[in-house]
């Protein structure tokens, strides 16, 4: 594997010296018969037919293999040369016993100077026939496996997280309290050892914060419906919702001008704003309370408050102490200010 890598490059070392002289590049090394000619090898004609070509090869075959030269008691040099000169022999008979790779050869000895389409074509027959749809196929899943396990691995140390956490460990102990769980583990106290009673709690614990908790985002609990198969496999459908949502509200708030239900109003709230509808459910009551009193689903009313907001931002930044420092150093010239400090 080693070895025909270096071939490889030196392979193209070979080509790139070619397009500065290409008279001298005739024959490209670690391309069929290398710097020989494939015909020169077998000793025959470049018109010779298929049986001229296998009548050579079996001559020179015997000659040079293996166990015949071990046969005949050759020394150890001459059966390494032999072994050399028997592959570069079956490699002129595989390069000119098949009609295809034949003609490819004879226009790689016809063009010389087209180096990059023959390299081209040498090394594309070498690589293997693969099934694009395997490839996909395989690819895809392992992106979806990837997926899961990532999502789940981000899942489970949020929950771990959780379950050391005091605060949200006592408030799942007082949940298991007031269900009356926590009391029917301490009975069982007597029939078992600590660490199978610890175990238990955690595993109570854990139980009553994937129960209460609520988490979204980047660790929120993964869904098989979520990795890359299925999302590929429900497209349709999601294709489908998208055109029916559209149309029906086009129909409805468009044609028919029916008035917003709740969920309309935060679904535009979400568009104007430029935010996720997870992102909303995330917001405060005094925020919320805030967006649907403003009418933020007007899109008017949205880019008002938006503006608001930005101003808002400007003018806490120019008060803050730390920016006022900032812009001070910034003023003097900056991390690229030259000084002649003595320090």
Same mark, same amino acid.
């Given at each position: 594997?080693?070895?025909?890598?270096?071939?490889?490059?030196?392979?193209?070392?070979?080509?790139?010296?070619?397009?500065?002289?290409?008279?001298?590049?005739?024959?490209?090394?670690?391309?069929?018969?290398?710097?020989?000619?494939?015909?020169?090898?077998?000793?025959?004609?470049?018109?010779?037919?298929?049986?001229?070509?296998?009548?050579?090869?079996?001559?020179?075959?015997?000659?040079?293999?293996?166990?015949?030269?071990?046969?005949?008691?050759?020394?150890?040099?001459?059966?390494?040369?032999?072994?050399?000169?028997?592959?570069?022999?079956?490699?002129?008979?595989?390069?000119?016993?098949?009609?295809?790779?034949?003609?490819?050869?004879?226009?790689?000895?016809?063009?010389?100077?087209?180096?990059?389409?023959?390299?081209?074509?040498?090394?594309?027959?070498?690589?293997?026939?693969?099934?694009?749809?395997?490839?996909?196929?395989?690819?895809?899943?392992?992106?979806?496996?990837?997926?899961?396990?990532?999502?789940?691995?981000?899942?489970?140390?949020?929950?771990?997280?959780?379950?050391?956490?005091?605060?949200?460990?006592?408030?799942?102990?007082?949940?298991? %309290?007031?269900?009356?769980?926590?009391? &029917?583990?301490?009975?069982?106290?007597?029939? #078992?050892?600590?660490?199978?009673? $610890? @175990? *238990?709690?955690?595993?109570?614990?854990?139980?009553?914060?994937?129960?209460?908790?609520?988490?979204?985002?980047?660790?929120?609990?993964?869904?098989?419906?979520?990795?890359?198969?299925?999302?590929?496999?429900?497209?349709?459908?999601?294709?489908?919702?998208?055109?029916?949502?559209?149309?029906?509200?086009?129909?409805?708030?468009?044609?028919?001008?029916?008035?917003?239900?709740?969920?309309?109003?935060?679904?535009?709230?979400?568009?104007?704003?430029?935010?996720?509808?997870?992102?909303?459910?995330?917001?405060?009551?005094?925020? %919320?309370?805030?967006?649907?009193?403003? &009418?933020?689903?007007?899109?008017?009313?949205? #880019?008002?408050?938006?503006?608001? $907001? @930005? *101003?808002?931002?400007?003018?806490?930044?120019?008060?803050?102490?730390?920016?006022?420092?900032?812009?001070?150093?910034?003023?003097?010239?900056?991390?690229?200010?030259?000084?002649?400090?003595?320090?």
């Amino acid at each position: 594997m080693l070895a025909s890598y270096f071939v490889h490059i030196s392979s193209v070392v070979v080509i790139l010296l070619c397009t500065f002289d290409l008279a001298s590049c005739q024959l490209i090394p670690g391309m069929y018969c290398g710097e020989e000619n494939c015909y020169n090898v077998l000793d025959v004609d470049s018109s010779a037919s298929k049986g001229e070509i296998s009548k050579a090869y079996r001559k020179l075959a015997r000659i040079y293999h293996p166990d015949y030269l071990r046969g005949r008691g050759g020394s150890e040099k001459e059966i390494e040369e032999g072994v050399l000169k028997f592959h570069q022999v079956a490699t002129a008979y595989e390069t000119l016993r098949n009609t295809q790779t034949r003609d490819e050869y004879d226009y790689y000895l016809q063009h010389p100077e087209e180096y990059y389409y023959n390299y081209y074509r040498y090394y594309k027959r070498k690589m293997p026939n693969v099934d694009v749809r395997v490839v996909l196929f395989g690819t895809v899943t392992v992106i979806s496996v990837f997926q899961y396990i990532s999502w789940m691995t981000s899942y489970n140390t949020a929950i771990q997280y959780m379950v050391q956490n005091s605060k949200y460990r006592n408030a799942a102990k007082e949940e298991a %309290k007031s269900r009356g769980l926590w009391v &029917e583990k301490r009975k069982q106290k007597k029939f #078992k050892t600590k660490e199978d009673l $610890k @175990q *238990e709690e955690d595993d109570l614990i854990r139980s009553i914060i994937e129960e209460k908790m609520d988490i979204r985002g980047g660790y929120q609990k993964p869904e098989y419906s979520d990795v890359l198969w299925m999302q590929i496999i429900l497209l349709p459908y999601y294709i489908y919702k998208f055109f029916k949502f559209h149309i029906s509200w086009l129909y409805n708030y468009t044609i028919m001008k029916k008035e917003f239900t709740e969920e309309d109003k935060i679904y535009l709230v979400c568009k104007n704003l430029g935010i996720k509808p997870v992102a909303w459910d995330m917001q405060s009551d005094k925020n %919320k309370y805030e967006c649907m009193n403003r &009418e933020l689903w007007i899109t008017s009313n949205a #880019k008002v408050y938006i503006h608001e $907001k @930005q *101003e808002e931002a400007k003018a806490k930044m120019a008060n803050d102490p730390r920016m006022k420092r900032y812009r001070r150093w910034m003023n003097k010239g900056g991390p690229g200010r030259l000084t002649f400090d003595d320090d």
